[in-house]
């Protein structure tokens, strides 16, 4: 079972940045997709950003144009720039990386906090 290791949350003004990083444990070529999703308290997660093994990303409306998913393969880490960052991208955040089986894996998650 791979083991995805998020860092990078923490507290920010609205319009700020932050980068979350998860490592994974083993080859990220391993997975069709690797990507972020997010969860309020008594809410359901959410997608946020995926890329695939090719490289290609999507991401959710609400994103798109403030946040970068992007990767090193040499590192096996995936990247989730956020930058223009609003009281509503407030949650914990969490890495999946999805199997060709579509298994999917989740890492413990990181606390993103946009207030001021």
């Known amino acids: 079972q791979v083991q995805l290791v998020e860092s990078g949350g923490g507290l920010v003004q609205p319009g700020g940045s932050l980068r979350l990083s998860c490592a994974a444990s083993i080859n990220i070529f391993s997975f069709n997709f690797m990507g972020w999703y997010r969860q309020l308290p008594g809410k359901q997660r959410e997608f946020v950003a995926r890329?695939?093994?090719?490289?290609?990303?999507n991401y959710v409306d609400s994103v798109k144009g403030r946040f970068t998913i992007s990767r090193d393969i040499a590192k096996n880490t995936v990247y989730l720039q956020m930058n223009s960052l609003k009281p509503e991208d407030t949650a914990v955040y969490y890495c999946n990386a999805r199997y060709p089986s579509d298994h999917d894996s989740w890492g413990q998650g990181t606390q993103v906090t946009v207030s001021s």
């Open positions: 890329i695939s093994r090719g490289g290609v990303t």
